[in-house]
């Protein structure tokens, strides 16, 4: 099973932009739907991207939409979340995920089967 790491979060005054990655261990990264979901402090999880194995399906949230861009690199095993014009209500822990089941896993969390620790990123007004 993939173990997934993600990082690239940190501290960043609204308007800001910030890159995760997710990188995944084990040479079969390309079998694996990647999604991205954050949980605020009192909030529950939410979905924010997902990719499909191949990187040609690509779905967001609403609240995301235009301002945040998912994408992998298979010869590299990690998925990317590229953040722009951050708002403070962008504020969570952000988790990637991944799923063997589907080969675009979707919004639902209770689709993917592996996480990641999870990394803060804060944004300041």
């Known amino acids: 099973q993939v173990q997934l790491v993600e990082s690239g979060g940190g501290l960043v005054q609204a308007g800001g932009s910030l890159r995760l990655s997710c990188l995944a261990s084990g040479r079969t990264f390309s079998s694996y739907a990647m999604g991205w979901f954050r949980q605020a402090p009192g909030k529950e999880r939410e979905f924010v991207a997902a990719?499909?194995?191949?990187?040609?399906?690509?779905g967001y949230a609403d609240s995301v939409k235009g301002r945040f861009t998912i994408s992998r690199d298979n010869a590299k095993n990690t998925v990317y979340l590229q953040m722009n014009i951050l708002k403070p209500e962008d504020t969570a822990v952000y988790y990637c995920a991944a799923t063997l089941s589907a080969y675009y896993g979707g919004s639902y969390y209770s689709n993917y089967d592996v996480w990641g620790q999870g990394t803060q990123v804060t944004v300041s007004s």
């Open positions: 990719i499909s194995r191949s990187g040609r399906s690509t």
